[in-house]
């Protein structure tokens, strides 16, 4: 029987931010969330998942922003009258996270902060005949208490949170397409088929996709390093951390292949030419080596490439698509200062 690790169950994938007036609405959807297969989430009033008595609140609620990779904001009159609130909000967008903004009570859009209305769209739970219904309760804090939700506006969140590269579903392990791989690869690094199994470096892999989402969004920077001692485990964290994440992402990520430079970062057996075969081959359109080593000579013929990639991906995701963001993923980069690489 075929089993299925799960990854980084230390860490709350999902922040729920919201007014300490919509308790029992914050409680629906975190049980909605769990119903759902997003169990990882992080909400203050649950004692298992949130504050326990003792907890320096402010740190504590900091703590687990940081390290998770969405915020759901639940919005309502209440939420926008809340500098706490706002302040949550704000730490968000500076800190690169995946942004929900739901609507669970009725509020004037133009009354809204316009950082929230002006780069994302907000999934109305309100409007809608066609409701679910969650009875919620957390003695004393929440009384029993029915919340219904638009059927609707759940669906377009669930949609939302996939596409968002937060799909529930975990890693498999052992890989469909490789049902003997061994854990344990010695001294190599573990690669993408291996993410079930790499763990401990969860807060650093999601601190590395809020930096590559702000870089994005940003457009001021154009490189991304992962530095450390020999033996810390970079590659693995590159191939089995970041790499198959940012492929989840497909909306806004496409990581090519990853490139080891060796002694030809262009020509190599993992190099360049042999990453951009491996991108056009999966996506049904096959080019030749020769064709690929001719385009990469000069820098025109190169982007023109990346945009046919680029082009090609989006073809898959629909019309309301944009143009994802392609990563060039080099592993020991050292390898570049040989002759080749300058």
Same mark, same amino acid.
């Given at each position: 029987m075929q089993k299925k690790a799960?990854?980084?169950?230390?860490?709350s994938k999902i922040f729920i931010s919201h007014s300490s007036a919509n308790n029992a609405l914050a409680l629906a959807i975190g049980r909605w969330l769990a119903d759902n297969g997003w169990d990882e989430y992080f909400l203050d009033l649950e004692p298992a998942k949130g504050l326990a008595p003792g907890d320096r609140w402010q740190e504590k609620l900091k703590a687990a922003a940081d390290r998770c990779e969405a915020v759901l904001f639940l919005i309502s009159p209440a939420w926008r009258g809340s500098r706490w609130c706002l302040a949550e909000f704000l730490l968000a967008k500076q800190l690169g996270k995946t942004i929900f903004g739901v609507l669970v009570e009725s509020v004037p859009l133009e009354t809204l902060p316009k950082e929230m209305t002006a780069e994302w769209q907000l999934c109305d739970l309100v409007t809608g005949d066609q409701r679910q219904r969650i009875l919620v309760s957390d003695d004393p804090l929440v009384p029993e208490t029915e919340v219904s939700f638009a059927e609707g506006g759940?669906?377009?969140?669930?949609?939302?949170?996939?596409?968002?590269?937060?799909? %529930?579903?975990? *890693?498999?392990?052992?890989?469909?397409?490789? @049902?003997?791989?061994?854990?344990? %690869?010695?001294?190599?690094?573990?690669e993408a088929e291996d993410a079930a @199994? *790499?763990?401990?470096?969860?807060?650093?892999?999601?601190r590395g996709l809020d930096t590559l989402r702000t870089i994005r969004e940003r457009g001021t920077e154009r490189m991304f390093v992962i530095l450390g001692a020999s033996g810390a485990g970079k590659s693995s964290f590159l191939r089995a951390g970041l790499w198959p994440r940012l492929k989840r992402d497909d909306r806004n *990520?496409?990581?090519?292949? $990853?490139?080891? %430079?060796? !002694?030809?970062? =262009?020509?190599?057996? $993992?190099? =360049?030419?042999?990453?951009?075969? !491996?991108?056009? !081959?999966e996506h049904g359109m096959p080019k030749t080596r020769a064709e690929i080593r001719q385009a990469v000579q000069t820098p025109?013929? *190169?982007?023109?490439?990346?945009?046919?990639?680029? $082009?090609?991906?989006?073809?898959? =995701?629909?019309?309301?698509?944009?143009l994802p963001t392609i990563l060039i993923c080099i592993d020991q980069g050292e390898e570049l200062f040989s002759a080749e690489g300058e």
């Open positions: 799960k990854v980084g169950n230390a860490m759940l669906s377009r969140l669930k949609l939302g949170l996939r596409r968002a590269g937060l799909d %529930p579903s975990s *890693f498999p392990w052992p890989p469909p397409d490789d @049902v003997k791989r061994f854990p344990y %690869p010695g001294l190599r690094a573990l @199994v *790499f763990f401990g470096r969860e807060a650093a892999i999601v *990520f496409l990581p090519l292949p $990853t490139i080891r %430079p060796e !002694r030809g970062v =262009l020509n190599g057996a $993992t190099g =360049l030419v042999v990453s951009l075969e !491996r991108q056009f !081959r025109e013929r *190169f982007e023109q490439l990346l945009g046919e990639i680029q $082009t090609l991906h989006r073809s898959r =995701l629909g019309s309301d698509a944009v």
